[in-house]
């Protein structure tokens, strides 16, 4: 496997432009992004940055995470009565 890192930053549109990368064009790639640690802590915890995904997101790492969907579901029922 032949590794190739580069920067870009992310566009307000949440798209990624690479250019001038050393593939020919047509090659397969895999893509790996991984957040720059720029000696900085986030401000976020991974609670807070949670509650910003959308509800189904929020949903499926809960169900990752092994909570049942019927606890799901009494959550969901107990929180929007």
Not at 29 to 44: H, M, P, Q
Request: charged residues 35%.
């Amino acid at each position: 496997m032949h590794a190739y890192k580069t920067a870009a930053k992310i566009e307000e549109d949440g798209e990624i432009r690479l250019s001038e990368l050393p593939f020919r064009a047509g090659e397969e790639v895999d893509v790996i992004i991984l957040l720059r640690d720029a000696g900085e802590s986030r401000t976020e915890t991974p609670e807070s940055f949670r509650e910003q995904l959308p509800p189904v997101t929020r949903r499926l790492l809960g169900v990752a995470r092994g909570v049942s969907e019927s606890d799901y579901n009494r959550y969901l029922e107990e929180k929007y009565r």
